[in-house]
């Protein structure tokens, strides 16, 4: 059964330890994921961002697809199905879908617009014990299109979302989504501290978690951040696999061909991916 993301991320904050976020692109990504999350022992969350759920025929076939595997597969572990960066219009949808928990990224609002409908959103999730993340400042990089270049936030109004009761808070911080560029200039630990400083046991979310050092990961899990995002690494390395196996020339050797042994060295590599993320993170067990 799914569940929020409440209780396994503020008992990640107590414990000085994140849960991952992995988003699902397909069959494959979700089977993979919450494999990895059961063998691991581990919490885990789903994420779907907006033009996943379109790509997947509608959040309504993401809800079915994930309760159906919670029970074949067995899964004992908490998992939490989460909107990732979703409009209002979003939210409201995968709300009435089934969805367990989502975001509401309302940072390209002036904040008292993003104020006014995170509020309206907060009452009716928590009415439902669907968990909610917002967002203040933007998060680098391209995210459906939507290119911004690692700002980071500003504590004040950190603390004026948080105030709304929101579950957890995305806070840009010098992170981007996608690869990192060469000239990258690291995370901002200062703007960190300040925004925990003044939100305190409320859980931080790092997004664009691929490509940044395990150091820095592990330091700012000692910030208050609690739930890090992670898409891009599954993506390269599912796609590094295939392109092995179609390069070895193993798809023209018998049925090789056949989706499901096409698509199997991809589907091992994010169990990799996601297992090497879990160890670093410090969710292993933690279930």
């Not at 059964?1 to 494959?28: P, T």
């Not at 219009?89 to 990224?105: H, N, T």
């Not at 960190?192 to 790092?206: E, N």
């Not at 995002?229 to 390395?237: D, R």
Request: hydrophobic letters at 40%.
């Amino acid at each position: 059964m799914l569940v929020s993301a409440k209780e396994m991320l503020d008992k990640a904050k107590a414990g000085h330890y994140a849960v991952g976020q992995f988003n699902i692109n397909n069959l494959e990504w979700t089977k993979s994921i919450l494999l990895t999350a059961q063998a691991c022992n581990s919490p885990v969350i789903l994420g779907v961002s907006e033009g996943a759920g379109k790509y997947m025929a509608g959040y309504k076939t993401v809800v079915g697809m994930v309760n159906g595997m919670l029970q074949e597969l067995k899964i004992t572990v908490p998992v939490a199905l989460h909107l990732d960066h979703g409009s209002y219009e979003g939210c409201l949808a995968c709300i009435e879908a089934g969805f367990s928990s989502v975001m509401f990224d309302g940072s390209h609002y002036p904040i008292e617009e993003n104020i006014a409908k995170t509020k309206e959103l907060v009452a009716l999730c928590h009415e439902k014990g669907i968990s909610i993340e917002a967002e203040v400042g933007a998060i680098g990089g391209e995210e459906d299109g939507v290119i911004g270049r690692g700002e980071c936030a500003d504590p004040k109004e950190c603390k004026m979302i948080a105030d709304l009761g929101v579950d957890f808070l995305a806070a840009g911080i010098g992170n981007i989504h996608g690869k990192y560029p060469a000239n990258w200039e690291g995370l901002s630990f200062e703007t960190l501290d300040a925004i925990q400083q003044l939100t305190g046991d409320l859980p931080l979310v790092l997004h664009g978690g691929t490509g940044i050092p395990t150091d820095m990961i592990q330091k700012s899990i000692s910030l208050g951040v609690s739930k890090i995002n992670v898409n891009t690494e599954c993506q390269l390395s599912f796609a590094a696999a295939t392109r092995e196996y179609i390069e070895a020339g193993k798809d023209q050797q018998g049925k090789g061909y056949d989706p499901r042994k096409l698509l199997a060295p991809g589907a091992e590599a994010i169990k990799a991916t996601v297992k090497e993320k879990m160890e670093i993170f410090g969710s292993v067990d933690k279930a």
